[in-house]
């Protein structure tokens, strides 16, 4: 190896590990943050020049949904024959794997929007399609100020609630988004919204009341009736993930709960959410969740 060669490979190493190294971003405001989480909320205010405007291009979209209300100036959603523009009043909804392409309006000075990240529970799924929709992203716009007012409250409430430290503040929070869901719903013409498959939402409380148990997909398809390819293609179109990975966000979500709120040890509640192999278990939810079961319960547990 000659010396160039021995400076490059030296280099390259140098920088391999200053990725590694590099701190994980916590503002989820700020490009790099991961959303590796059941539930993030917030308000991003944009004004003309300032460090937050810029805009946001996830081609790939995100593996949950973010629901948005502009509260104040105007956004600019999409490019090109699909741009459209949000004003206060304005609701959005980006599901899974969506395009997000949004910035403040060139025409505005600013575009103040609240939102909130999450992973819905399983009974959602009929609250999640709205009708009236542009490219995937459902569109919503509250008739009055009043009604402005009301939302804008119900997202406030829901950054608060999530952000106290106290064992239930997640579970609180989401509450409080099932009620901003409900209210859309409500906000918004009944009979404009698809109904959910019958057979879709029963593969979810089958999978629901049986976390701890294996069903394979096949087994779950004949339960309800359908061919394995029919069943895995209407719930990754209806409830926007595959079927492995809604159970695997329903086993944390209760493991998360069992973690906060009863002294099982971190075996006993991997077992209750269906990984018998406690090293396993400990492996995924650090995955999905940042820390392990035993940091998590720590962190949950009141002084």
């Not at 309800?224 to 990975?245: D, M």
């Not at 099982?264 to 090293?279: F, T």
Request: contains cysteine.
């Amino acid at each position: 190896m000659d010396h160039a060669d021995f400076f490059t490979e030296k280099l390259f190493s140098a920088m391999s590990s200053m990725q590694k190294d590099k701190p994980k971003q916590l503002n989820p405001l700020l490009p790099g943050y991961a959303f590796d989480v059941f539930l993030v909320s917030g308000m991003t205010p944009i004004e003309q020049g300032s460090a937050l405007d810029f805009i946001i291009d996830r081609p790939l979209g995100m593996k949950g949904f973010i629901v948005n209300l502009t509260i104040k100036g105007k956004g600019q959603i999409f490019g090109g024959e699909q741009a459209f523009t949000v004003e206060p009043g304005d609701l959005l909804l980006f599901p899974p794997a969506a395009v997000h392409h949004y910035c403040r309006a060139p025409d505005a000075k600013e575009w103040y929007h609240r939102w909130v990240y999450f992973r819905p529970r399983a009974y959602w799924a009929d609250w999640l399609k709205w009708p009236r929709r542009v490219e995937n992203v459902g569109r919503l716009n509250l008739a009055d100020s009043q009604l402005l007012l009301e939302f804008d409250r119900l997202f406030l409430d829901i950054e608060e609630t999530h952000k106290q430290i106290r064992p239930m503040s997640e579970q609180l929070a989401m509450n409080l988004l099932e009620r901003l869901l409900i209210r859309c719903y409500e906000a918004s013409s009944l009979t404009d919204y698809p109904t959910v498959d019958h057979r879709v939402h029963e593969a979810c409380q089958i999978l629901s009341e049986s976390l701890s148990s294996e069903i394979s997909v096949e087994a779950l398809a004949e339960k309800v009736f359908l061919s394995p390819s029919r069943l895995a293609h209407l719930f990754r179109e209806q409830v926007g993930v595959s079927i492995v990975r809604w159970r695997e966000d329903q086993r944390i979500i209760r493991a998360k709960l069992l973690l906060q709120t009863t002294p099982m040890s971190v075996a006993v509640i991997g077992q209750q959410v269906g990984y018998d192999d406690q090293l396993y278990f400990s492996r995924v939810f650090k995955k999905r969740v940042g820390v392990s079961p035993t940091e998590y319960r720590k962190c949950a547990t009141p002084l």
